[in-house]
Nanobody
Framework: QVQLVESGGGLVQPGGSLRLSCAAS????????MGWYRQAPGKQRELVAIIRNGGSTNYADGVKGRFTISRDNAKNTVSLQMNSLKPEDTAVYYC??????????WGQGTQVTVSS
């Protein structure tokens, strides 16, 4: 079992920045990929960014160049630095971990609201 706890959401003006963090605990040795997904009202959950054990990353096209995902293996955390935020980035952001046996774990979500 893997437990994930997110922090760092909030309200920010367009063009501002936020940093989300996710702390993993439990069977962390089994984690292969960690990432962030988001779900806006009335929309499906979508990938934002992922980072693999080796450090390779993937980003959704709409956040490339604005968001940066990073992972601290010593602290068992994954972070998402979000810059140049837009109103369309407003969503609940979820931390995700996938184990080496392809089992998914999710955090409880943290609200990000971009509004003036």
């Amino acid at each position: 079992q893997v437990q994930l706890v997110e922090s760092g959401g909030g309200l920010v003006q367009p063009g501002g920045s936020l940093r989300l963090s996710c702390a993993a605990s439990g069977s962390i040795f089994s984690i292969y990929v960690m990432g962030w997904y988001r779900q806006a009202p009335g929309k499906q959950r979508e990938l934002v960014a992922i980072i693999r054990n080796g450090g390779s990353t993937n980003y959704a096209d709409g956040v490339k160049g604005r968001f940066t995902i990073s992972r601290d293996n010593a602290k068992n955390t994954v972070s998402l630095q979000m810059n140049s935020l837009k109103p369309e980035d407003t969503a609940v952001y979820y931390c995700n971990a996938v184990t080496q046996v392809a089992r998914d774990y999710w955090g409880q979500g943290t609200q990000v609201t971009v509004s003036s």
